[in-house]
């Protein structure tokens, strides 16, 4: 019994973070705030950090609801 309820519970575990797995992302990634001056593309995207020396911030869009944490 004890084996039994080790395996499903191991099984469970192993098979619920393989759906979990995030997806690769095609989108390119654009920097801001950095040492070359790089911008977002365009007005709907936020420069969120943290901000990085030698990379920047991060531009994301944001949603209506949504802000940057730092």
């Given at each position: 019994?004890y084996?039994?309820?080790?395996?499903?519970?191991?099984?469970?575990?192993?098979?619920?973070?393989?759906?979990?797995?995030?997806?690769?992302?095609?989108?390119?990634?654009?920097?801001?705030?950095n040492?070359?001056?790089?911008e977002?593309?365009?007005?709907?995207?936020?420069?969120?950090?943290?901000?990085?020396?030698?990379?920047?911030?991060?531009?994301?869009?944001?949603?209506?609801d949504?802000?940057?944490?730092?």
């Amino acid at each position: 019994m004890y084996k039994a309820t080790l395996f499903a519970t191991v099984f469970a575990i192993l098979f619920s973070n393989a759906l979990a797995a995030p997806k690769p992302q095609d989108d390119p990634v654009y920097h801001c705030a950095n040492e070359a001056n790089d911008e977002c593309p365009g007005p709907e995207w936020t420069c969120c950090g943290p901000i990085l020396q030698d990379v920047g911030g991060t531009c994301r869009i944001l949603g209506k609801d949504e802000f940057c944490a730092l």
